[in-house]
């Protein structure tokens, strides 16, 4: 019998996708949500994680970059695979040497474009509709040392009306990100 794969899930707030990745696989032998880390102490994604039965810790920018610690937590859990699922930090070189490969992110626009330090959530949704861009979507991606840089999975469209807003097109990109993130990361890690 196959050993069941390890995810640990990044998150920096409200955890809407983590949630649905945590459902998608919840009655499943095969794949465990092995824990959820925030670094926004705040975060409601702390809150979701304890509803959903799940352990979740916070760790701050000097557990990512300086001590290590982070990491030594992902060993301990055991993770296999780390999804990120609105982290907003560089992932640190640490962790992508321990995982190579095996780090995931979902970026709520059509990449290359709309990506890089500072796009993220709503100034994403914000530049797309002030560009009039007639399209936008999302990408899930392998992580490498910059932003919104590696390796493109998957990509899915949605159409930019001429009266869009950055709401409407948040609310679009939201139902993308729920009926393609979980399957694709689901597709990657046992095909990898």
């Given at each position: ?41 705040d975060a409601y994604i702390a ?97 490498d040392n910059h932003y919104d ?44």
């Amino acid at each position: 019998m196959n050993r069941t794969i390890r995810l640990a899930i990044l998150g920096s707030g409200n955890g809407t996708n983590a949630q649905q990745i945590s459902e998608y696989f919840a009655d499943r032998a095969d794949v465990e949500i092995a824990c959820i880390i925030y670094n926004v102490r705040d975060a409601y994604i702390a809150e979701r994680a304890k509803n959903l039965g799940i352990e979740a810790r916070y760790f701050g920018r000097k557990d990512f970059y300086e001590n290590g610690s982070v990491l030594q937590y992902l060993h301990e859990k055991k993770a296999d695979w780390i999804i990120l699922a609105g982290f907003l930090w560089l992932v640190p070189e640490d962790m992508l040497t321990a995982y190579p490969n095996h780090i995931i992110n979902i970026h709520p626009a059509l990449l290359p474009k709309y990506g890089g330090k500072g796009m993220y959530g709503h100034h994403v949704h914000e530049a797309v509709v002030a560009a009039r861009e007639q399209e936008s979507g999302i990408t899930i991606h392998i992580v490498d040392n910059h932003y919104d840089r590696g390796v493109i999975l998957f990509q899915a469209r949605c159409t930019v009306d001429a009266d869009e807003t950055p709401d409407s097109l948040a609310a679009k990109i939201h139902l993308l990100e729920k009926e393609h993130f979980p399957r694709v990361i689901d597709e990657t890690i046992h095909n990898c």
